[in-house]
């Protein structure tokens, strides 16, 4: 099992309490209507693992997938399938592990993370529609929410509380990756935009061309003041500061507008930029040069980071150990 698998774990330590939260946008995943969602779908040690779950957590990563672009075929799916079935086989191990884990004032914590779950609703009566329509009581959803609250704690007592990293560790990461803490040169720009609307007409094209083409001169030959004219005619909120756009690095803009920005000297002003926003005028007002961000700075994220790595490994190899001695059945049809 990977350390991206038991991150899925601990962050659905309990799926229904993990997905109650999720499910107030989710479809059900595709063909899970067809299914009995109390159906298991594999069992651990004889503890199910129920078709509902499944489909919870496939409904939550087919959505990402397809906000990223990315359309399964039915084979795909239900390979997919199988792999987040394996996933929950490895979550529920983890749970039983932790089970017998005591875990101080335990209720304010079941309360405090319920409350946080309720407080992400407009009102209490959307959270009681919601917990309806993913078959859930609220005595279901502190169950599972106290089920999370002690694999969190398991996880702590027996791993990341043990996991030491010291200095010689995090020097050497440093003096290992120096592109992770390298940063880049910026300059600082300000600008002033016309927007022009995707369906304008040619005429009010060539208006909104004429009104950045007189900004532009007001503040080249007519000099006048950079910010006094973009608060006076910029579309851009950025006008409320006279234009600043603040540091930023190359390719964090615009094509159009990055390749002029990056053109300028400090002090030039640019010819006009057409971009899919419309007409920018750009002012060069700054620049940062390129530097590595020192060790002291940087020690306690190379810290967070390794000790998270290390947590990662062990507990992977922990689950791993834990399912050979589980008994597992796989009933997924």
Excluded at 288 to 297: F, I, N, T, V, Y
Aim: proline share 4%; hydrophobic share 40%; net charge neutral.
């Amino acid at each position: 099992m990977t350390s991206k698998t038991w991150k899925l774990i601990l962050t659905t330590a309990c799926a229904l309490a993990g997905t109650f939260v999720l499910a107030q946008s989710q479809p059900a995943a595709p063909g899970a209507a067809a299914d009995n969602p109390d159906e298991a779908v594999a069992k651990v040690n004889d503890k199910a693992i129920t078709r509902r779950q499944l489909n919870d957590v496939m409904a939550n990563d087919l959505r990402m997938l397809e906000q990223r672009g990315t359309q399964l075929t039915p084979e795909q799916r239900l390979g997919y399938e199988r792999q987040v079935l394996g996933k929950l086989v490895d979550q529920e191990v983890l749970i039983q592990a932790a089970s017998k884990t005591q875990v101080p004032d335990v209720d304010k914590k079941v309360d405090d993370q319920i409350a946080q779950i309720k407080a992400s609703f407009p009102d209490p009566k959307m959270f009681e529609e919601q917990l309806k329509k993913v078959g859930r009581s609220a005595e279901q959803l502190r169950a599972d929410v106290r089920q999370m609250v002690t694999v969190q704690a398991f996880v702590e007592s027996e791993f990341a509380g043990k996991v030491k990293i010291g200095d010689d560790q995090i020097k050497a990461f440093y003096d290992e990756h120096p592109d992770y803490f390298a940063k880049p040169a910026q300059i600082r720009a300000s600008h002033i935009l016309v927007t022009v609307p995707q369906d304008a007409s040619d005429d009010v094209k060539k208006a909104k061309r004429a009104a950045i083409d007189k900004a532009r001169e007001r503040v080249t030959t007519g000099k006048e003041d950079f910010a006094k004219v973009a608060a006076e005619v910029s579309d851009c909120p950025s006008k409320q500061k006279g234009g600043d756009l603040e540091f930023f690095g190359k390719g964090q803009m615009v094509a159009e507008f990055d390749k002029a920005a990056f053109a300028l000297k400090p002090g030039d002003i640019s010819d006009v930029v057409t971009t899919q926003f419309g007409y920018h005028v750009i002012k060069h007002t700054g620049e940062q040069a390129a530097e590595k961000r020192p060790l002291d700075a940087m020690k306690d994220s190379i810290e967070k980071f390794l000790k998270k790595r290390e947590v990662d490994k062990q507990l992977a190899q922990f689950v791993e150990a834990q399912r050979k001695t589980a008994k597992v059945e796989t009933l997924l049809k």
